[in-house]
């Protein structure tokens, strides 16, 4: 079972990044964390291919990778998709708490 969420909207937005950038069919959806320390983590999405240490799941035929030393800090997140006039992009949010955007 994935440990993060991602909403419909999000996972919208993934395909067609996919379909209209000229990702690779190697390459499946990275989500991660950068940090880990007194500051706290900072939240990866990206697209990358799969790297030894990694889980593999699969979410409506997208190839999700996270590295299992990740997988703690994403347990409880979900990654959504806002537009709106002041902004654009995807954001992470973690049980109802201040949202992080990329």
Known sequence: MIPVKVSEKALKEIKKTISHKNIPADYGLRIGVNGGGCAGVSYVLGFDRKGT??????????????????TMFLIGIEVDFYE???????????????????
């Open 84 to 102: 709106g006039n002041d902004a654009r992009g995807f954001t992470f949010i973690k049980n109802d708490e201040k949202q992080q955007s990329l």
């Open 53 to 70: 240490g990694d889980s593999e799941f699969i979410l409506d035929d997208v190839p999700v990778y996270i590295a299992k030393k990740d």
